[in-house]
């Protein structure tokens, strides 16, 4: 058992609101240090986990700000006594109108919140020990970053990619191409292995992801893998 390595980051989603969005918690096992992600509701399901694992919460990280994914946002570091990070600026819209999205989708109260740190693509957020990247995705809102841990191989990608779909563009400031392209442009490179916890449903890989999403799938969007790669080597001899 002394040599079985543990992982250094580990995950525990909480379903929360009517939408049933994935809020998860991630930690550092060396620390026990945790972040939670995307509070949208729900908070006693979410305080009973971060306890069940006996998690230290040092910060509240937000893909972006639609009510079901931040509209405890505020509460919750109240409660915690704790700082939040992200989303991109461009979801300032959405967050001024948490309190007018509450009320329209008839859930229990929704507020406004104060991020300590808009995040952008290329930017690094620390949960204990552990350093996590964040991509800025557009296109299901105009602020949507992600989350991802390379050495573990595990992302929390909101509402930009689901196992079988991608997220809607329907909404304010939604752009569909914009979203097909941060999903092949920020999410592919991260690599075939990563796992990723979505905004709703079930976990899977971007490389399963590749090969069977039916709005992104290389042969949805006419992707040739093979020919792209030999490209590549072709320019990378050039060089
Ligand atoms: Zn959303
Ligand atoms: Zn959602």
Redesign the pocket.
């Known amino acids: 058992m002394s040599d079985n390595k543990q992982l250094s980051v580990h995950a525990f989603v909480v379903p929360v609101t009517p939408f049933q969005q994935n809020c998860s918690i991630i930690w550092c096992t060396e620390t026990m240090k945790g972040a939670v992600i995307d509070p949208g509701g729900d908070i006693q399901s979410i305080l009973d986990a971060i306890k069940k694992y006996n998690i230290s919460i040092e910060k509240i990280l937000i893909t ?1 700000a ?1 009510l ?2 931040a509209g405890a946002t505020a509460e919750l570091s109240r409660i915690l006594n704790v700082h939040i990070e992200g989303p991109h600026k461009d979801d300032m819209f959405l967050i001024e109108s948490l309190e007018e999205q509450g009320k329209k989708y008839n859930f229990s109260p929704a507020e406004s919140f104060k991020t300590s740190r808009f995040l952008e693509g290329g930017d690094e957020v620390k949960i204990g020990n552990q350093i996590f990247g964040v991509r800025h995705c557009p296109g ?2 105009p602020g949507h970053v992600i989350f991802f841990h390379e050495e573990t191989k595990l992302a929390a990608v ?2 930009v990619l689901f196992q079988g779909s991608i ?2 563009s329907d ?1 304010p400031r939604g752009n569909h191409q914009q979203l097909v392209d941060s999903i092949v442009n920020e999410l592919w490179p991260l690599g075939d292995e990563m796992r990723f916890i979505p ?1 709703h449903g079930p976990m899977s890989t971007f490389g399963n992801e590749r090969l069977t999403n039916p709005y992104v799938s290389d042969f949805a969007l006419g992707i040739d893998r093979e020919v792209n790669e030999a490209l590549k080597k072709q320019e990378e001899k050039r060089e």
């Open positions: 972006h639609h079901d994914h299901h809102t909101g509402d997220g809607r909404l905004g």
